[in-house]
């Protein structure tokens, strides 16, 4: 069973885990040391993503005797955006502050986050903007990721990938977590009108083990960044979408037809001899392009479905306020 939010505790550290009982116990302790500093009420939500290491015994002991943590145990490894998810569901904090579990985050920097929330931004973004991982392998497809989700998504960050990031509970119940998209919170969030900003951390390099992740994540981000961009462009309009496609398709088939009918009718060339492969790949274009339309029609009967069933607005009020004794004009 959840937390429920409606208590006054005003920051959450979520930290998914896996296989880190060489690190917990340091991260543990620096996050209880910066968060005391604050002077603010906190909890650290810890997130075992099923490790097989002695992770869960050393987060039993700090429950038991630190009435701050939460520790939410996976029945087995369902990755970082469940995680979160998990998270987020047990944690009770107005500020939602998520990061990685192998120190590469450094707890120090939790104040320079509370200082941007209080500045009133929605959403703040870590930038690792001197990266010590390998050139090859990490920092030149990440930076061509993080441009290309960036053109994508319309989010002006830098770093897309960072997993050290702080945002109002307001903003963050919005967003449901599936897949890997936790990385592309920060467009979710612009979709809904939140205020972003960035800020430098330093990447060190990982204290204990090594990193899990490597080239073969490129095409899970790559489909993960179509359907961010899906959802931030069209998630209300799906037939925009599909509609472009359909229109492509079709128009290309006609272009196709009346080349080989102005031939076949002008110089009279016979169409099976002359044009078959094209005329067959005219007919394919112009039957695909009204399947993109059709799937469009059913799109929009999907989303009218969904905002109806769910009583989601497609909207975000960042305030709402009247005059109790409005004077006549």
Known sequence: MGHSAQTN???SIIVPIYNEARAVQELYERLTKTMSRTGLSYELVFVDDGSTDQTPLLLEGFAENDDKVVVVELRRNFGKSAAYAAGFDFSKGKIIISMDGDLQ????DIPRFLEK????YDVICSWRKRRVDNLVTRRIPS???NWLASKTTGVKIHDFGGGFKAYKREIFEEIGLYSEIHRFIPA???QRGAKIVEIPIENIPRPHGKSRYGLG???DVVFDLTAVGFLVGYLTRPMYFFGKLAFCCIAL???MSTYILYDKFIYHVPIHIAHLPLAILAVMLFL???IFATTGLIGEVLCRIYFESTNKKIYSVRRAYHRENPKEA
């Open 143 to 145: 930076r061509m990721a």
């Open 117 to 120: 929330i209080e500045e009133g």
């Open 288 to 290: 695909v392009g009204l």
């Open 188 to 190: 979710l969030a612009l």
């Open 105 to 108: 985050h450094q707890p120090e």
């Open 253 to 255: 088939a006609l272009a």
């Open 217 to 219: 994540r490129i095409f």
């Open 9 to 11: 505790i005003a920051c």
